[in-house]
């Protein structure tokens, strides 16, 4: 029986196919093949009337893709919709069923948290169907952020400098926005701290017999000092074995922060990566995928791999080394289908694979093994000590640790150090005397802006959007210069202040932190089958189409900003003007006056340069183009009926994977087409 499996990516293809072995072949839609359609009113390729009927189409240029797929379905007796297990994935699952006109008696859907081979075995001898409850949550979301998305977009161009809204990627620059505001109207207030210094070691001011202390100037600051002696009585020595317990395996949200904060990657970047490792690499005798999914809300492990882990444990480290299983607390929007992030096998040592993973790999899937190897380690141990001295009713505190026991820092310190500060031998009772005091003063300091770590916690605390899209959600409020990133902190661009401040205007009750994150549980219930994707809609359409009509009618427009030129046409002001291709100067007169006027790009004296014959179409030539900001792209003359452009030099070949144009990046020669991973 011939068998058919359908996957994601190419790099997962060729893994699984070595798995399977004969019988199979294994093939990649590249990611989505289907999306909703612009057509039907508003343009939202959703009938609104018509309980949210979806028309969906082939994403640009998957059409030929599709067809081919489809011929090369009819050939085989069975077919595995083997896509990634999530919603998204689901989803495609679903589309290529629809679009391949697979029967139900054809098909089975087939899902694996990690591309090894006893798994990818063990789920297809376990195969079962599409799980609709997990598409129509799929395509509700999508439903949701196509509405938001066009409705709010066109508003803004319409009313502001923005060019977009959407569901979550506004609410995450109001954050950035909100901060900025408090960050402004912050007044920073004085204080002054008092240490005393001795011989060995130095101890700060903290109280005035029982109560707090808080210096507001230097005259209060002189005053106390004036009032000490050089005299200081240890008045207590408290001595406290403490335990210091690792943190949990990796949930994308927390690989993205730690992987910002540690390794210095952008989510964006940290998600490609992981993505690689997911679906698998060559190692000296196999390919293999090295970590488990890397879409996950949950910390947990597989019983199986726990008992790996142990016996690795007790064998590398000692018995001592070996630890418990953590459990995390409960929190709202999990979906725990799948496992933490985790290495496919802790005997996959990052040494052990270095030699074949690049740098950036190796750094990556090194944070992923060793943060979950520490989670099922032993707790460290820290002797700490906290000495008070009094000096005239005034208390000084000193203190110090020793790190006795490293436990899971014996493999984790890399990441997470614990500096040991030796004291003296200091008893209750001994006096001390100083050698110098010293007064310094400090200004409390504004909330600081978020870096992309601390968004990606906030988001994920308040339940906003899903971690997965959140690397998204960054790139896209930055291409929008909605943010820009200023010593590793975002900053809201005047843009950025302006469209926040008229969704706020007319939006607040949607656009807002709670109304976003009961979205998402929402979304979780329908997911779940718990309710009526339909009712949903109409309840959420209701609203907010409302709020959009009275947002058009009543929202002021933004007056178009003043040149300081005069139109040579009429002699009305000239001012700035958007369109979808970016800022232009323009009479203000129009549409009475409908001078322009022409900005100087050298477009004019642009010496276009024929590289060959275009290999999509056969009859026009690749040529170097201009856009109209002067930037130079590669494109094909038989425009517009052949559509072949790149940024990258043009090898004049076809990808034999997905037949886009080859292209030479730095040296590389790989697929002009994002979503195709082939190089060679």
């Not at 008696?105 to 990690?114: G, I, L, P």
């Not at 929007?333 to 799948?338: F, I, P």
């Not at 909330?447 to 906030?458: D, F, H, N």
Request: glycine share 6%.
């Amino acid at each position: 029986m011939n068998k058919l499996v359908i996957v994601e990516s190419p790099s997962k293809s060729r893994t699984i196919e070595k798995y399977l072995g004969s019988g199979y072949k294994v093939t990649a839609s590249m990611g989505h093949i289907m999306d909703l359609a612009t057509s039907g009113k508003f343009g939202l390729g959703v009938d609104v009337e018509n309980n949210f009927k979806p028309s969906y189409e082939p994403i640009k240029g998957k059409k030929t893709f599709i067809n081919d797929l489809k011929k090369l379905s009819k050939n085989y007796d069975v077919i595995y919709l083997a896509t990634d297990p999530d919603r998204e994935g689901e989803a495609i699952s679903w589309h290529l069923k629809e679009a391949l006109n697979i029967n139900d008696d054809k098909y089975y859907r087939v899902t694996f948290h990690e591309v090894t081979k006893d798994k990818i075995k063990e789920a297809f001898d376990n195969p079962g169907k599409i799980n609709f409850d997990l598409v129509k949550s799929q395509e509700t979301r999508r439903i949701l952020d196509r509405i938001i998305g066009f409705r709010l977009s066109k508003l803004m161009q319409a009313k502001t400098s923005g060019v977009s809204a959407g569901r979550v990627q506004s609410v995450a620059v109001k954050l950035i926005v909100d901060r900025e505001r408090e960050i402004l109207a912050f007044i920073p207030e004085e204080y002054w701290t008092i240490t005393s210094i001795f011989k060995d070691f130095e101890a700060k001011l903290f109280k005035y017999k029982k109560d707090d202390l808080t210096i507001p100037n230097e005259e209060e600051a002189d005053k106390i000092i004036s009032k000490l002696s050089s005299d200081y009585k240890v008045e207590s020595v408290e001595k406290k074995t403490r335990k210091r317990s690792a943190k949990l395996p990796f949930t994308t949200s927390s690989l993205q922060q730690e992987s910002s904060n540690k390794l210095n990657f952008a989510a964006k970047r940290t998600m490609k990566i992981a993505q690689t490792l997911y679906e698998g690499v060559n190692l000296k005798n196999e390919r293999v995928g090295l970590i488990t999914y890397m879409r996950s809300d949950s910390t947990r492990l597989s019983d199986s791999f726990i008992e790996e882990a142990n016996s690795y444990i007790l064998k590398t480290y000692g018995d001592t080394y070996k630890g418990y299983v953590k459990k995390e607390k409960a929190k709202e929007n999990v979906q725990d289908a799948h496992e933490g992030i985790r290495p496919t096998s802790i005997y996959r040592t990052p040494e052990s694979v270095k030699e074949y993973l690049t740098d950036e790999e190796f750094k990556l899937y090194e944070l992923i093994y060793y943060r979950t190897l520490a989670s099922l380690m032993a707790d460290a141990k820290i002797d700490g000590t906290t000495i008070i001295f009094d000096n005239n009713d005034y208390k000084f505190k000193l203190t110090g640790q020793v790190l006795i026991f490293d436990g899971y820092l014996k493999v984790y310190s890399k990441y997470e150090t614990s500096e040991d500060k030796i004291l003296p031998d200091i008893k209750e009772g001994e006096v001390y005397q100083n050698i110098d005091i010293e007064k310094v003063q400090h200004f409390t300091e504004p909330p600081a802006r978020y870096t992309e770590a601390k968004l990606i916690k906030e988001l994920e605390e308040l339940g906003i959007g899903r971690p997965s899209t959140y690397a998204t959600i960054i790139s896209t409020i930055q291409d929008r210069k909605y943010v820009v990133i200023e010593k590793k902190n975002f900053k809201p661009t005047e843009i950025g202040f302006e469209v926040t401040d008229m969704l706020q205007e007319g939006f607040s009750e949607i656009i807002n932190v709670k109304y976003t994150a009961n979205m998402e549980t929402d979304l979780d219930k329908i997911a779940d089958g718990k309710e009526d994707n339909i009712k949903f809609l109409t309840e959420f359409w209701n609203k907010f189409e409302a709020l959009v009509e009275k947002g058009f009618k009543d929202l002021p427009k933004k007056e178009a900003e003043k040149t300081g030129e005069i139109c040579p046409d009429c002699g009305s002001d000239l001012v700035k003007r958007k369109s979808k291709y970016g800022f232009f100067t323009a009479c203000s007169n129009y549409p009475n006056c409908k001078y322009i006027k022409k900005e100087n790009t050298d477009t004019d004296n642009f010496q276009s340069e024929t590289i060959g014959k275009c290999p999509i179409c056969k009859k026009g030539d690749i040529v170097t183009k201009k856009t109209r900001t002067g930037k130079i792209f590669y494109g094909c003359t038989n425009y517009p009926k052949c559509k072949a452009a790149t940024w990258d030099l043009p090898t004049l070949n076809l990808c034999p994977k997905c037949k886009s144009l080859l292209v030479n990046k730095e040296g590389t020669i790989k697929c002009s087409n994002i979503k195709c991973d082939y190089q060679e």
